[in-house]
């Protein structure tokens, strides 16, 4: 009798803790205290977690910037657009005045031929 | 006279334009708002200002040759009228491109955008009259001219008034009175109006061949020569 006595003793305390609700999880202000005592008290595990901070950040702005530096497709498209155009009307150009001036050069020499 | 300038034009029109080139990469300050598309800018709005220019430059043109029947006056009007064209279909152009980089559009029908459309239209419909719209097509397409050249001070009104197009310098109003900025565009301006001249002269060499062909043609055909 005395065995189950303490047997019951000792189950009950285990049973009472293992079915025991969840801690309540600490305030934000509280966390930011303990994290910042942390920093102050070793000064390696702050610079670690400034360095953290920094990499990422860096990290976003040279992603951010790579592709500005990169984006250079659109611009060669309309400079290449521009050239195009340019050289399309320029080529035009020059090879209706060598037709015209062919055409004039024969026209003249029809009529000269027929005024002799 | 026309001769000698062409080359000289062009010569002056290329230094101008590695100049522009290299001064926009090297020299004009990275525009944080468009990012580095904003450097179509240097070379759109130059062939906007040649477009406004070349459109003028036709409508005055045609209507001095309305009042004076004068076949230079044509010429200059037919060949402002083709380069204008040219001109317009490299703004329409570039500014897609700029539009689909900035704000992932080739386009969208507001306002400012149409009446450019519109104005280039008038200019292509200016060329195909003088084209294939027989006898009466020189003064036709003149009355035309004048008509498209009346929309120049609209779209220049409504580009400055608009919300969503960048104006000079974009990038807000920081960077919209950067002297470094104006100077590159400004230089732009000056290249592309010595190219512009370039082009309206090789054209009227053209127009005028054209027209010497005609005369050649109709002596030919009085003489017997043709037929």
């Not at chain 2, 026309?2 to 002056?12: D, E, F, H, R, Y």
């Not at chain 2, 004076?68 to 006056?73: D, E, P, S, Y």
């Not at chain 2, 009355?143 to 400055?160: E, R, S």
């Not at chain 2, 001249?197 to 003489?223: F, I, N, W, Y």
Request: proline content about 3%; overall charge positive; hydrophobic content about 55%.
């Amino acid at each position: 009798m005395r065995t189950w006595i303490i047997v019951v003793l000792c189950l009950v305390p285990a049973l009472a803790v293992a079915q025991a609700p969840p801690a309540a999880e600490r305030p934000a202000s509280e966390l930011r205290k303990i994290c910042a005592d942390a920093m102050n008290a070793d000064p390696s595990f702050s610079e670690s977690i400034i360095m953290t901070i920094n990499e990422e950040t860096f990290r976003q702005h040279k992603t951010a910037g790579d592709a500005i530096a990169k984006d250079q497709k659109h611009v060669i498209l309309a400079y290449a657009a521009l050239w195009l155009l340019a050289a399309g009307f320029v080529l035009f150009l020059w090879r209706r005045q060598q037709t015209l001036k062919t055409e004039i050069a024969q026209l003249r020499r029809d009529l000269e031929t027929a005024s002799k | 006279m026309s001769n000698k300038a062409i080359p000289v034009l062009a010569t002056l029109s290329a230094i101008g334009f590695v100049v522009t080139l290299w001064l926009m990469y090297s020299f004009a300050p990275f525009d944080r708002a468009l990012l580095f598309n904003q450097k179509i800018f240097y070379w759109h709005v130059p062939h906007a200002f040649m477009l406004f220019i070349a459109t003028a430059v036709c409508g005055v043109s045609s209507l001095i040759f309305l009042k004076k029947r004068t076949a230079k006056w044509d010429d200059l009007a037919l060949a402002s009228a083709e380069v204008a064209a040219l001109f317009g279909a490299a703004v329409l152009i570039t500014g897609s491109i700029w539009a689909k980089a900035a704000w992932d559009i080739w386009w969208t029908w507001e306002k400012r955008l149409t009446m450019s459309l519109l104005l280039w239209l008038t200019l292509v419909g200016i060329v195909l009259v003088r084209r294939f719209a027989g006898a009466s097509a020189d003064r036709l397409a003149a009355g035309l001219a004048v008509f498209g050249t009346l929309g120049i001070p609209f779209i220049y009104t409504m580009v400055n008034a608009s919300d969503h197009h960048p104006q000079a310098g974009a990038g807000g109003a920081a960077l919209a009175s950067h002297p470094d900025i104006k100077l590159v565009m400004w230089l732009g301006v000056l290249t592309f109006f010595l190219w512009f001249l370039t082009l309206v002269m090789m054209r009227v060499q053209s127009v005028a061949a054209e027209r010497e062909v005609r005369e050649l043609r109709e002596k030919g055909l009085d003489a017997g020569v043709l037929s």
